[in-house]
């Protein structure tokens, strides 16, 4: 007697594999992992889209449970990467510093420390205190430049182990040797320049009849040794006849640099050995 033939619908047939995928949705992972493990060893050569290589649903198809991560996890994790690459553009950004330091200031027996500003003299004309002393090879006399070390703006005054007064330029009791040069001359003038106490400074007994005139750059003097490259402290803002002395001239000197703004400088010392605390 022949078998009578028995017909489903297509209608029928979706509902049941939808049934089916529905149970297998809710069965544990771990049941359903052999089965997963059969389909892709029947199937895992067509699916392959290069030699040696599976599709990326199949990675994460048969993530192994011992690798996975809590949200919570995941989020601390990725919050120390992200400070960690922050740290390194932080290294980075102080080694672009420092390499611009050296291409200012080129000479292989000197360093460059920097150092944080933690209080200034009222108004920030006068001294500044920086957070490096005798421990990082701060010592008294040394130059002071901008962070970026293309302008001097003071020197070391007063020394303890982990702190140093800085003078600036513009303190009534500093003074330094400076060089007054023109654009377009090629000799510049020695001269030396003591600080107004008034957020400027001073270029005494210089004769009336000297070819100084405003705009005119004032350079530190090189120390053989120590620093090999003329430096700018500032520019000329001003010359007039002394009126107490009439046969000089009056000369002021605008710093280059807004010392109220600084809040890094770089210390020139005089061992290539730079260490930072």
Not at 100 to 127: D, F, H, Q
Not at 208 to 229: M, N, T
């Amino acid at each position: 007697m022949a078998r009578k033939k028995v017909k489903t619908s297509r209608g029928a047939l979706f509902s049941r594999l939808l049934l089916a995928s529905a149970v297998l949705l809710f069965i544990p992972h771990r049941m359903t992992k052999p089965i997963n493990s059969l389909f892709f060893n029947a199937f895992g050569q067509v699916l392959t889209f290069a030699p040696g290589a599976r599709p990326p649903f199949l990675d994460e198809l048969f993530f192994p449970e011992e690798d996975v991560v809590t949200r919570r996890k995941y989020n601390d994790l990725y919050n120390e990467y992200a400070k960690t690459l922050a740290k390194m553009a932080t290294l980075h950004d102080k080694y672009d510093k420092l390499a611009g330091l050296r291409t200012n200031v080129p000479n292989e027996n000197m360093g460059i420390v920097l150092a944080k500003r933690i209080i200034a003299s009222p108004g920030g004309r006068s001294e500044i205190l920086i957070d490096k002393g005798s421990l990082d090879q701060i010592e008294v006399g040394q130059y002071v430049l901008v962070e970026e070390g293309n302008c001097v703006i003071g020197t070391v005054s007063e020394v303890s182990e982990s702190q140093a007064w800085v003078k600036l330029i513009t303190d009534a009791k500093h003074n330094m040797p400076v060089l007054i040069w023109r654009v377009g001359t090629l000799s510049a003038m020695p001269a030396q320049l003591v600080g107004d106490g008034k957020g400027a400074a001073k270029v005494p007994l210089m004769a009336r009849g000297e070819d100084i005139k405003p705009g005119d750059a004032v350079f530190a003097v090189e120390k053989p040794g120590y620093l090999e490259s003329r430096i700018i402290v500032g520019k000329i803002s001003k010359v007039e006849r002394d009126k107490k002395e009439p046969m000089l001239l009056d000369i002021t000197v605008e710093p280059d640099e807004d010392y109220s703004e600084i809040n890094t400088v770089a210390v020139v010392v005089m061992n290539g050995d730079l260490r930072r605390k």
